[in-house]
């Protein structure tokens, strides 16, 4: 069962993607802010990361650039309320860039097919 970690500092949507992914058969751990995330990735195998961009205070895009320097095989969705990042070359480290929507469909597709590429 892949681990998935989940950063977004929205209470609310971290419950909700939790609730789907481990629906979807994945086992998922959860981070409100990039420090947390950052110990989770430290202490437990995680097999894809979905992450926010805008984490109250914090940038998602920075906190990208660390996981790419410490694990460039370790895929990394960005999800964002906002379309406007793509256009940040910061994001292109992401191996994928989905615009949030409660509609779960893409993010699912694309979870499986970045969990895919690695077997």
Do not use: H
């Not at 805008?54 to 309320?81: H, T, Y």
Request: hydrophobic share 40%; proline share 2%.
């Amino acid at each position: 069962m892949a681990k998935i970690l989940f950063v977004d500092d929205e209470p609310g949507l971290r419950l909700l993607y939790f609730d789907e992914l481990t629906e979807e058969g994945y086992d998922v751990v959860t981070a409100a802010n990039c420090a947390e995330a950052t110990e989770l990735l430290e202490k437990q195998s995680i097999d894809l990361v979905v992450l926010d961009i805008q984490i109250r205070q914090e940038s998602g895009l920075e906190m990208l650039q660390k996981i790419v320097k410490q694990r460039k095989d370790l895929p990394v969705i960005l999800c964002s309320a906002y379309n406007c990042y793509k256009d940040d070359f910061s994001s292109w480290l992401a191996d994928a860039y989905i615009v949030k929507s409660s509609d779960l469909t893409e993010l699912k597709e694309e979870i499986a097919r970045q969990l895919k590429r690695d077997t």
